[in-house]
């Protein structure tokens, strides 16, 4: 089978699993799903989504949030943990966004990636969930599921995602970042995975790849 064909048929699967695949963690507007995603790092959605109603009761907008002290933020946001960095950096890129950006969240990944807390994964997850642009942020557990059915080396982050954008379709990148998560919780855990049972590890997994 061709590489063409193997790539076809998992976003078939995909897609067929996950035909409109929900924005796991809860917001509002670009500025709510900024900060939400800034504290999914080593933290699960399901967690973020107990922590920002508070956080959000307490400041939903960058003009409000840079007010705040960092301390009630902090105790907020501790269950995500990293509470001292992740308070720190909401305070900093409210007030960034508020001088420099007019209070609005950018469209632009270098101004993103400009923020306090905000990386290249968390700048693509805003630039494609909240602007539709197109982006493929990758995270861990894309990674892992990208090397385990053979569509990249599974070197680095950064070479999954130069894969995975040469081999899927431009237009498919936004909701293909959420069908794999999606399908990683569900069919392809890091732990507890049962290859014959995944629908498409048992076909299209690398070799040697054992129950764990």
């Known amino acids: 089978m061709k590489k063409s ?13 996950y035909p409109k695949p929900p924005i796991p963690l809860d917001h509002k507007d670009p500025y709510t799903l900024l900060i939400a995603v800034l504290l999914s790092a080593q933290c699960t959605d399901a967690r973020v989504n ?17 007010h705040k002290d960092v301390e009630d933020i902090k105790a907020i946001i501790r269950p995500c943990g990293l509470s001292p960095r992740k308070s720190k950096a909401i305070s900093e890129l409210s007030r960034i966004l508020v001088e420099k950006h007019k209070g609005q969240v950018p469209c632009d990944f270098d101004a993103l990636e400009e923020l306090p807390g905000v990386g290249h994964k968390t700048a693509s997850v805003v630039m494609s969930q909240a602007f539709e642009v197109p982006a493929f942020a990758v995270d861990t557990h894309i990674h892992r599921l990208a090397y385990r059915w053979g569509l990249s080396t599974g070197k680095s982050v950064e070479q999954t995602e130069k894969d995975l954008k040469r081999l899927f379709p431009e237009e498919t990148w936004i909701d293909l970042h959420l069908q794999i998560i999606y399908f990683g919780r569900e069919f392809c ?6 290859p014959v049972a995944c629908p498409i590890c048992s076909i299209y997994g690398r070799k040697g790849i054992k129950k764990s």
């Open 50 to 66: 107990t922590v920002t109603p508070a956080l959000f009761e307490l400041a939903d907008n960058p003009q409000d949030m840079m």
């Open 5 to 17: 064909e193997k790539v076809a048929d998992i976003l078939a699967i995909l897609q067929k699993l």
């Open 189 to 194: 855990p890091a732990r507890g995975h049962d």
